[in-house]
């Protein structure tokens, strides 16, 4: 998902120590652009890329009655918008990662690598959990662990 405009970027220690283990693979350049947003900041990234792509609502939306931006939700996701439902993202639960850079295709394979060698934790049974989202120009990750080295010292 596309993030704020602002480059703000809210998370928790948690997600910056998880973003520190995958960010070791990760190709030069690449950048978090986003991980936690509550429901009404989905909410809005669903009328602003509605509104952007034409979208025309029939009466104004609001969070809180889903009839008002369901059609929205759909027109986009027509449009090729991998775009949750507020209250339904991972982004929400504080797991998922938004990943920008020049270049999605190396990112995923780097991620994959991550995961394969065990050093980052995918959200079990999650279909989205590594997700390439080219019309939002991101890969979206979704982790629940991940492992720092520590450069031993003073053994002995
Ligand atoms: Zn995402």
Request: proline share 7%; charged share 25%; aromatic share 8%.
């Amino acid at each position: 998902m596309a993030g704020t405009d602002d480059g703000m970027i809210w998370m928790t220690r948690t997600n910056e120590l998880m973003w520190q283990a995958l960010r070791l693979y990760l190709p030069p350049g690449t950048r978090l652009n986003s991980v936690r947003r509550p429901p009404q900041e989905q909410f809005d990234i669903i009328v602003k890329l509605a509104r952007g792509n034409g979208y025309h609502f029939a009466t104004p939306p609001h969070l809180n009655h889903e009839s008002s931006w369901r059609g929205a939700l759909s027109f986009i996701r027509q449009k090729g918008f991998k775009v949750a439902a507020p209250g339904r993202s991972m982004h929400q639960r504080g797991l998922a990662y938004d990943l920008v850079g020049p270049d999605l295709d190396k990112i995923e394979t780097a991620v994959r690598k991550a995961v394969s060698d065990g050093r980052i934790k995918l959200v079990p049974g999650s279909r989205s959990a590594i997700l390439q989202e080219p019309m939002n120009r991101c890969v979206h990750v979704e982790m629940e662990a991940g492992i720092l080295d520590f450069e031993p010292f003073g053994v002995g």
